[in-house]
Structure formats: C-alpha cells, structure tokens
Nanobody
Framework: QVQLVESGGGLVQAGGSRRLSCAAS????????MGWFRQAPGKEREFVAS????????YYADSVKGRFTISRDNAENLVFLQMNSLKPPDTAVYYC?????????????????WGQGTQVTVSS
C-alpha cells in the first residue's frame, strides 16, 4: 500500500508558476513509477506527466510539454510538478499517482494508488 498526499495548489495568475509536491509513504516509494494527472470540471481525468523509478525518464502530455517539469526525490519520498507559464486551461484538480511499472505510464488505468488531489486555479 502506498499513501500519497499532494500539496502546493492554489490561485495563480496567467503566466505565473506553481510547484506541486506529492509526499509518499508506505511501501517502497522507489519501486514505483509516478505520474501527475488533472481533472477539470466536467471533463475526464487526463495525463499530465510521468517519471520512471530512477527519475531518468520523463514523459509529458503535449499540452504541457516545455512548460511543466516532473521530478522526484527518492531519498525524501517526494514527487514534484513544476508548472511554469500557466494558462487558464491548466485550471484543474491535480492528482499524484503511483504505478507498479518502472517506466511510469500515461495510461490512467495503469495506476495503482492515487492521492486526494490539489486544486490549481489560473486566473486570466
């Protein structure tokens, strides 16, 4: 079992930056690929970014590529999502998730554990 708790959400102006954190506890964190997903009101949950066990491989949705950066600190059991050049369409609840796959995954249903989410609102 892995417990995930996100933090760092809030209100930010368009063009601004925000860093989300995800704290993991429970089973060995470094055994899991990690991902960030988001869900806007009335929309399905969508993939944002994923990272491999070692952190050496990352993958991004086209909509955030070049603006967002995913990283992890296995010593501290943390995953981060640095979000720059934020836009109003980035407004959503952001979820951290863990997958039993060394490379991570962009597929929602691959993920085994989820956090409760943190709201990010980008104002125009």
């Amino acid at each position: 079992q892995v417990q995930l708790v996100e933090s760092g959400g809030g209100l930010v102006q368009a063009g601004g930056s925000r860093r989300l954190s995800c704290a993991a506890s429970g089973r060995t964190f470094s055994s899991y690929g990690m991902g960030w997903f988001r869900q806007a009101p009335g929309k399905e949950r969508e993939f944002v970014a994923s990272i491999s066990l070692s952190g050496g491989n990352t993958y991004y949705a086209d909509s955030v590529k070049g603006r967002f950066t995913i990283s992890r600190d296995n010593a501290e059991n943390l995953v981060f999502l640095q979000m720059n050049s934020l836009k109003p369409p980035d407004t959503a609840v952001y979820y951290c998730a863990a997958v039993n796959n060394p490379y991570g995954s962009a597929w929602l249903y691959d993920y085994d554990y989820w956090g409760q989410g943190t709201q990010v609102t980008v104002s125009s």
